[in-house]
């Protein structure tokens, strides 16, 4: 392979890790999903989830993620192409934003799906329930 070649690649892989890094570093709402994604990830610690359990939670926390940055990139876009207010503009934010609020929804549910059997079956979650019948 020529060097130029395995060069742009290389590069590639910078630009990619710097786009990340700015989303992480400078979005508000990047910052709550790493919250979220930290809170998931102890709670999978706490309760030993199962291997294939960790991949649905990684996932999730992938989608959330990625939705972030196509919104994020797609803002910063369409900021640049219609700097004043365009109701086709407005449009498209809005949408990307509601992408990543189903992806955010789609991780809620999964983390439900998963932790939900843990949290019941803790003595003082399992009493309350059983006072609740």
Same mark, same amino acid.
């Given at each position: %392979?020529?060097?130029?070649?395995?060069?742009?690649?290389?590069?590639?892989?910078?630009?990619?890790?710097?786009? %990340?890094?700015?989303?992480?570093?400078?979005?508000?709402? %990047?910052?709550?999903?790493?919250?979220?994604?930290?809170?998931? *990830?102890?709670?999978?610690?706490?309760?030993?989830?199962?291997?294939?359990?960790?991949?649905?939670?990684?996932?999730? *926390?992938?989608?959330?993620?990625?939705?972030?940055?196509?919104?994020?990139?797609?803002?910063? &876009?369409?900021? &640049?192409?219609?700097?004043?207010?365009?109701?086709?503009?407005?449009?498209?934010?809005?949408?990307?934003?509601?992408?990543?609020? %189903?992806?955010?929804?789609?991780?809620?549910?999964?983390?439900?799906?998963?932790?939900?059997?843990?949290?019941?079956?803790?003595?003082?979650?399992?009493?309350? &329930?059983?006072?609740?019948?």
């Amino acid at each position: %392979m020529p060097r130029k070649y395995i060069k742009k690649r290389l590069n590639s892989f910078g630009y990619a890790l710097r786009g %990340m890094g700015a989303a992480f570093r400078y979005e508000p709402n %990047m910052k709550l999903h790493v919250l979220a994604a930290i809170e998931a *990830i102890f709670l999978g610690w706490f309760f030993h989830i199962k291997p294939s359990e960790w991949c649905w939670i990684i996932l999730a *926390i992938g989608l959330v993620w990625m939705a972030e940055i196509f919104n994020t990139a797609l803002e910063k &876009l369409t900021d &640049l192409v219609s700097p004043d207010y365009h109701e086709l503009a407005g449009q498209a934010k809005d949408l990307a934003a509601g992408a990543v609020l %189903m992806a955010a929804f789609t991780a809620l549910a999964i983390g439900i799906l998963i932790f939900w059997p843990y949290v019941a079956a803790l003595p003082v979650v399992a009493e309350w &329930l059983k006072n609740l019948s």
